[in-house]
């Protein structure tokens, strides 16, 4: 893996870090200004959502498996993986993708989906 993927990996995993997600500084930074989200639950969020809300969350944690990027042009990432998210003891599972691009300097997340998967299956 390159130096590249390895790199938006990494800011992949921080925006599931909890400190991170509290941390309406970082995530703005992370975050582009006409982002646009699916959620597992099918909802469809924008940046000022994503700012007012993730701050306020506790007690959820992620455990993101299968991880890759792929290089879909110098600077466009598609990010994948599962992610597992426990909150008050619950665990679900979803499959999640982001779109990461750069404006020459800064990296920063554009588009985020997550679809859920049915573990009972």
């Known amino acids: 893996m390159d130096s ?3 790199l938006v990996i990494k800011l992949e995993r921080e925006l599931l870090d909890p400190a991170i997600r509290a941390d309406s500084n970082r995530l703005s930074h992370l975050i582009a200004d006409d982002f646009w989200e699916v ?3 099918g909802r ?3 940046k000022a959502d994503v700012l007012a809300r993730l701050p306020h969350e506790t007690g959820i944690d992620f455990l993101a498996t299968a991880m890759e990027a792929h290089v879909l042009a110098p600077n466009v990432v598609l990010v994948t ?5 426990t909150h008050e003891g619950r665990a679900t599972c979803s499959l999640r993708s ?3 691009v750069s404006n020459g300097s800064v990296w920063q997340m554009r588009y985020h989906q997550g679809t ?3 573990t009972a299956a």
């Open 4 to 6: 590249l993927q390895q």
């Open 39 to 41: 959620g597992a639950t």
């Open 44 to 46: 469809s969020f924008g």
């Open 81 to 85: 993986y599962t992610a597992e998210r």
């Open 98 to 100: 982001s779109v990461w």
């Open 116 to 118: 859920n998967v049915d």
